[in-house]
């Protein structure tokens, strides 16, 4: 299992020489599985750049892409990669969307009243490619030979988790989770999602001083995603979901920060991801 970062940024995408390091697009990373259909978490800006590299690999064999997303939820920074995701241009090619079922209407009528005029040019069945949406709720099913298990978390709205376990290694992304106010309290959705995982991608976006004034806007701090990660024996943390108002030296003293906290001797490491890393978690 091999997973590469093409998108890491919370809230909104931003620029400049400030962010070269840790890059500005927003959450999309993808997680390849040998013999698999490519499988990708979550539709930010960061899935333009990706739609670019998987598109070398199609047209050099011929045939049109078909791929997986698993969408945590439906906030902007989250979404709005799709409708620059190259691949699907080409006819034949097929996304196939798994994502929170919506307290009112369809996945489908939430994505399809995001992408159409005035706000965006064309309307999403205009795409030359097929996208299949699949209503998600705390359920455990297959994509290839990966299982899935997706779990609600705590956040602004509808919003799941989701294990990945494929070739004897397991990894849980939670993009966006809203932390207690203790910071103390773990839901056992969360523990189930990140219990023993190989690589735990977690939200990471708020300081201890910047949450005190945001406690209710639906995120992490990074101190909390240590405690989320020796509670449930992760073996990798890796925090995510950069505050745009954060740049790299900020994210470089966040980072520090966190290895220093007693409780992440209980992580066997911890690191903050970046646009183009790549983490070959291998195979058992």
């Not at 298990?149 to 705590?154: C, D, I, L, M």
Request: aromatic share 6%; proline share 6%.
């Amino acid at each position: 299992m091999n997973v590469t970062f093409y998108g890491v940024r919370g809230s909104c995408p931003c620029s400049g020489d400030r962010y070269r390091r840790y890059g500005g697009n927003t959450s999309c990373l993808v997680v390849d599985i040998d013999g698999d259909e490519p499988l990708i978490l979550d539709l930010g800006t960061g899935l333009r750049a990706l739609g670019d590299v998987l598109l070398k690999g199609v047209r050099a064999l011929g045939t049109p892409l078909h791929a997986t997303a698993l969408l945590t939820h439906l906030h902007f920074d989250h979404i709005l990669g799709l409708p620059f995701f190259g691949p699907l241009h080409d006819p034949g090619a097929r996304l196939t969307v798994h994502g929170p079922t919506q307290p009112k209407g369809s996945l489908k009528d939430a994505l399809h009243a995001a992408v159409q005029p005035p706000v965006f040019p064309i309307h999403m069945e205009q795409f030359r490619g097929e996208i299949i949406t699949i209503d998600t709720k705390d359920e455990d099913f297959s994509i290839g030979s990966a299982k899935i298990t997706a779990r609600s978390v705590p956040h602004s709205g509808s919003t799941l988790g989701y294990r990945i376990e494929a070739e004897g290694r397991t990894m849980a992304y939670l993009s966006d989770h809203q932390a207690p106010l203790d910071r103390r309290t773990i839901p056992e959705s969360v523990l189930e999602l990140c219990q023993g995982v190989d690589l735990l991608v977690h939200d990471g976006q708020y300081t201890d001083d910047e949450f005190s004034a945001k406690t209710d806007w639906g995120h992490s701090t990074a101190a909390f995603a240590v405690h989320v990660a020796a509670e449930a024996g992760a073996k990798h943390l890796m925090l995510s979901h950069h505050d745009p108002s954060h740049n790299d030296r900020d994210i470089d003293r966040i980072l520090t920060q966190a290895r220093r906290l007693p409780e992440a001797k209980g992580v066997g490491e911890i690191s903050s991801a970046h646009e183009s890393q790549s983490v070959d978690l291998g195979k058992a």
